[in-house]
C-alpha cells in the first residue's frame, strides 16, 4: 500500500484499493505527507482544464448548508474529519436541513476584512486573527496552537506606531474566541506574541522577548 | 521575460488572497467564502466535468466538495500545499468517489452505458505551458512514451481505472499497470532532479 500514493493521487485504485488507502491515510502521517507531494507534482496538469461557471443556483444550494458548527470542530487532521464527514454525511445533511431552517436570521456572523496568520517555527499556522470592519473585537481560531510546558500560555499584544503596546490577552487553545481591541486599530498595528507564567500574566510589558510578530493583511 | 515575472506575480497575489479567505472561513466568514467560490469555482467546475460527464453529476460533487471546503478550511495548511492543490484535490477525490458509485450501479443496471462515452479519447498536452511548475511537469512528461504521457493524463484529469484505461484503449490490463507504475517513478524522479 505505502507506494500506492502516486497512484492513489493519480486516481487509478479501483474501489475496494481506494478506501483501503484511505483508512491508511487517515492515520499515517508519512503517506499523508506523501499524498500531499503527488497532488503537488500532478496539479500543474488541471492548467489543461478549461473554467466552466457554474449554474447560478449551485451557490445558495451551498450557502444554505454552511453551518459555524461544523467549522468549529476541533483538531482533528484533515484525513480524519473527511471520513468523519463522509460517513457522517447522511446525518449531517440531515441535521443542516433542519438546523438550517431553524437558524436562519438568528447567528450574527462576522464579515472579515483583515486577517494574519499566526506562524510557527516550520511556518505552520496556529491561529488565526481576523478583524471585522464596524467591530471592536479582534477574532482568533486556534488552528494548531503549539504544545505549551506546563502552565506556561501565549500572551497576545498589539503594538501602534508610535510604540505604545498594549495587551490583548491570552490565545486559545481551541476554538474561536472573540477578543477586544484595546487601542485604536491602524494599518501599521502590530500584533506580537509572548509565552508567559499562567499564574503570573503581565498586563503592561511581556516578561519574555517575542516569539511572533505580524500585521494584518486585507481580504 | 517579463511576461513571466508578472504572471508569477500575479499568482502569487492570488494564491495569497486565496489563502486569507480561507483563514477568513475559518472564522466563519461566509462572504470570503463566497468571494472563494467566485474566483475557484469556474475551474473547479470544470475539473469535476471531466471527471463526471454528467451535469447533474457534476453539480452534486462539486456542491459536497465546497461544503468540505468550508467545514475543513481549518485544516488547510499553507505551508504545505497551494490554496488552489489543497482544494482541487477535495474536489477530485469526491468526484473520483461518486464516478466510482455511480459507474457500479450504472455498470448493473444498463452496462451498454458505458461504452458510449469519448472518456478513452487523447488529450493534448501542449498547454501545459504557462506556469514554471506546468513547464517542469511538461517536460517530464515528455520523457515518457507516448503511450505512457496518456493514460496518466486520462487517469488523471478524466478519473478512468486501470480496467477502464485498458478497455478504453484496447491495451491489455498488466501492459496499463505497468505503463502508469513505471511512468510515475520516472515523472518523480525527473520531477526532483
Redesign the interface.
Known sequence: MRDKA??Y???????DE?SQFEQLLATDLGLQAEV?AW?????????????????AG??S???N??E?A????QS???WE??IF??NL?MVAATLVLVLGLTMVGVRN????DQ?L?V?GE????QW?V?T?GRSDQL?V?A?APPEMPAGMVCQLWMENPDGTLKLVGVLPHSG?QSMQIPAQLSSGSRFKISIEHEDRLPTKRPTKDFVFEGGL?K? | MSGDNNSKELIAKRN??L???L?????????????L?EMT???L???V??ILDREEWA?DC???A???I?????????????P???M???V??QA??LL?RRR?EVLQSEPEKLLEDDAGDA???D??Q??E??K???NCLDQLKSQQRQV??L???K?????E?ASQTGTPLGTIKTW??RG?EQ??GC?ET
Open positions: 502516486g497512484e493521487v493519480l486516481g487509478t485504485l479501483s474501489g481506494r500531499s497532488e503537488d507534482r500532478l496539479s500543474p496538469m488541471l492548467d489543461l482544464v478549461e473554467p466552466v461557471a457554474p449554474p449551485l451557490w444550494q451551498i450557502e448548508r454552511l459555524p461544523a467549522a468549529e470542530q482533528t487532521g484533515f474529519s473527511l464527514w463522509r454525511g456572523d462576522p464579515a472579515i486577517v496568520m506562524t516550520q511556518s505552520q499556522v488565526v481576523g471585522s477574532q481560531k488552528i474561536i493583511t481580504i | 495569497e488572497q489563502q486569507s479567505l483563514a477568513a472561513c475559518t472564522l466563519n466568514d461566509k462572504r470570503a467564502f463566497a468571494q467560490y469555482s469556474g475551474k467546475y470544470g475539473v466535468l471531466r453539480q462539486l456542491q459536497e465546497y461544503v468540505k468550508w467545514n475543513n478550511a481549518s485544516s488547510y495548511r499553507p505551508h504545505l500545499a497551494a488552489m492543490t489543497w482541487s484535490s477535495i477530485r477525490n473520483l468517489d466510482r457500479r488529450i493534448p498536452l498547454n501545459l504557462q506556469t511548475e506546468g517542469r511537469l511538461s496518466i493524463a487517469a488523471y484529469l478519473g478512468l481505472t486501470h480496467d484505461l502508469i507504475r510515475l515523472l518523480k520531477l
